[in-house]
């Protein structure tokens, strides 16, 4: 493990004397993506179908109650990882990616993005295939808007 005196001097040594940098983005143009999210949103939709027609098994059925069970909790936990995958991929879009300019092409990007963000807390706590609906159209809203803003017409594809 490095110590903190030689990390120190390494960033002495390479430190410019004076340097302006600007950057629109973060990360270097290009590293972001609305697919990530696109690909947990989808997650969350197909664990909340699978959760609601997970049918429990007859009462005295031990065995069955415990599969159904093991099941259950792992479409839970499956959905609620997704939708928090989901909502971190897309606060990294709105927080990083989205610039002020944006707001003049899309006057409604904070709403969505935040509407989006609430969509994902929803899916966590509760099983809505409603919710879980709204979220991916949510997302490919944020999809379309993205791509717009690089004047690119890049589709809109599922999964399922």
């Known amino acids: 493990m490095m110590n903190l005196q030689f990390i120190t001097r390494l960033i002495q040594h390479y430190k410019p004397a004076t340097a302006a ?9 290009g590293v972001y993506d609305p697919s990530s999210a696109r690909i947990a949103a989808e997650a969350v939709l197909s664990m909340t179908k699978k959760i609601l027609d997970l049918q429990p098994p007859a ?8 599969a159904y069970e093991n099941t259950i909790s792992r479409y839970i936990a499956i959905k ?3 939708a928090q995958i989901t909502k971190d991929e897309l606060l990294i879009l709105w927080t990083d990616y989205f610039k002020p300019q944006h707001l003049e092409q899309f ?7 935040w509407q989006a963000a609430k969509l994902c807390s929803s899916c966590k706590v509760e099983v809505s295939q409603q ?10 809203k944020i999809h379309s808007m993205f791509w717009a803003t690089k004047n690119r017409e890049v589709a809109w594809y599922t999964a399922s």
């Open 21 to 29: 940098v600007s950057a629109h983005c973060d990360g270097p143009c």
């Open 107 to 113: 006057p409604d990007l904070h709403t969505t993005f």
């Open 80 to 82: 609620e990882e997704q």
């Open 131 to 140: 919710h879980a609906s709204d979220l991916m159209s949510a997302v490919e």
């Open 59 to 66: 009462a005295g059925d031990v065995t069955a109650r415990v």
